[in-house]
């Protein structure tokens, strides 16, 4: 079984600077997929950000990057010159083959003016 | 092209009662997936559908929660009776149909608004 595990319940940051968020996950699998979800109050989950496993390179998406360290099954977000609107709930998610798809149990993320 | 419909948004019941929440998903979308989210915490898998058939239910307390996926399309979650622990927002989520090779799996799963269920 997979398990994916955000350690941070909570952060904060000042408007415009720099946060990271944490997420690691446990699996046997060799191909899969990792993502980033934000869910603000309307809870609508929106894709951030995506990575496949396949791929050394970090994904990115304007201010949103991830550091993906598949040998230490970890996969940070970070998020640069932080906006009041980034204030939400972030969810890190592992998908499988089969489109199989397990959440952590997310940070939620106070952006402060 | 339109996303992920769930209705109703909202629901309040008593418990031992019934109810059920409807989702359509996007239009192709082979993969139907149904998560609890309890407040705080993250998305729990309940059943994951792909076409009409069930990929994955481990986590369905059975003898209570029901799911269907009639013509591979539409979705119906029941929960009878209901319990004051599962007061929670119910989301429906799809995603397009994976290839062969495990690196072809369709790569983002997109989500409705979800119902807010509360059992009184």
């Known amino acids: 079984a997979q398990t994916v595990t955000q350690s941070q319940p909570e952060m904060s940051v000042q408007e415009a600077e720099t946060v990271t968020l944490s997420c690691t996950y446990d699996?046997?699998?060799?191909?899969?997929?990792l993502f980033w979800y934000k869910q603000p109050p309307s809870r609508q989950m929106i894709l951030v950000i995506r990575?496949?496993?396949?791929?050394?390179q970090n994904a990115t998406e304007n201010r949103f990057s991830v550091n993906f360290q598949k040998a230490a099954k970890s996969f940070s977000l970070k998020i640069s010159d932080s906006q009041l609107g980034d204030t939400a709930m972030y969810f890190c998610a592992f998908m499988k083959t089969r489109n199989m798809l397990t959440f952590g149990g997310g940070t939620r993320l106070m952006v402060k003016p | 092209e339109a996303g992920v419909a769930q209705s109703p948004r909202y629901k309040i019941i008593e418990k031992r009662q019934s109810v059920a929440f409807w989702c359509n998903p996007i239009?192709?979308?082979?993969?139907l997936y149904w998560y609890q989210q309890i407040l705080g915490q993250g998305p729990k898998l309940l059943i994951q559908?792909?076409?009409?058939?069930?990929?994955?239910d481990s986590q369905l307390p059975k003898d209570r929660f029901s799911a269907e996926r009639l013509k591979g399309v539409d979705s119906t979650l029941k929960i009878q009776p209901a319990k004051l622990e599962d007061s929670a927002v119910y989301l429906c989520?799809?995603?397009?149909?994976?290839?062969?090779?495990?690196?072809?799996?369709?790569?983002?799963?997109?989500f409705g608004q979800g119902t807010r269920l509360t059992v009184v």
């Open positions: 239009s192709g979308h082979a993969t």
């Open positions: 990575q496949e496993a396949y791929k050394q």
């Open positions: 559908f792909q076409n009409n058939g069930v990929v994955d």
């Open positions: 699996t046997s699998e060799n191909n899969y997929y």
């Open positions: 989520a799809s995603s397009s149909t994976p290839g062969q090779a495990a690196r072809m799996m369709n790569t983002e799963a997109f």
